[in-house]
């Protein structure tokens, strides 16, 4: 499977430049198996997707409609000007319950949404995205026997908003360090290591931009990095970007 088809602008949230516009509209809780439906109009210039810990169905203004697995490194998909995305963002702990397949299958993947779900509902999708109208309660309509493993769940969340062990957060959650990395790896496609990995990124990337006056130095301790080296180490091999790039 390809993963230079286009993908969501993970490093573009909130962008209004006079070419590209990128906007979402958040869900409430995590019981939909959804975080938010969103909308990219692409401008000008290359796209640049980061990992973000998440998996996506995307509509395309072209006809085409898939969904990108969750994402270890960057992505640089070529996309026309003018062209506008429809995406639903899957909630990390809801990825095989959403889709009826193992996390680890679509890692790093991208899958044409007619080939990974029911016909019906592969439709219904495709078909509300497309004009705008997924919301909580198409979702809900679309899979009302859906449930997300309160243990994964609360394990994404330890994992990704603070700098902990994987035996710590085993230990929160009742499971073995070893069940652990199986059951999270099996409902999310990732590894608790990559989680955590992802998820100090992307803390960083909201930080710098809460407080654009910060330093690398002050940015990296603050959320979770050894120093600045570790900090760059992480951007470069995940985004292909010094932090200065990134975060500036």
Known sequence: MDRTLPGRPADSEGLEDGHSHYREIAFAGSSTGFLCRW????????????????????????????LVGPATTVDLPALSPGTVLHGARIHTAALRSVTGVAGSELR?????????????????????????????????????????????????????????????????????????????????????????????LQRAVRLARRAPDATLSMVAVTVGYADQAHLSRDTRRMTGLTPGSLLG
């Not at 973000?52 to 203004?61: G, K, L, Q, T």
């Open 39 to 66: 909308t990219h109009r692409v401008g000008g210039g290359a796209q640049r997707v980061i990992p973000d810990n998440h998996a996506d169905f995307i509509v395309s203004s072209t006809g085409r409609s898939w």
């Open 108 to 200: 790093d993947t991208a899958m044409a949404v007619d080939d990974l779900l029911p016909g019906r509902v592969a439709r219904a999708l495709v078909g509300s995205l497309g004009a705008g109208e997924f919301d909580e309660l198409t979702a809900h309509s679309l899979w009302p026997c859906l449930t997300v493993d309160p243990r994964v769940e609360k394990a994404v969340e330890l994992l990704t908003a603070a700098t902990t062990t994987v035996d710590t957060v085993a230990d929160r959650v009742a499971l073995t360090p070893r069940h652990l990395r199986r059951l999270v790896e099996q409902e999310t496609g990732l590894t608790p290591k990559t989680l955590q990995v992802v998820g100090r």
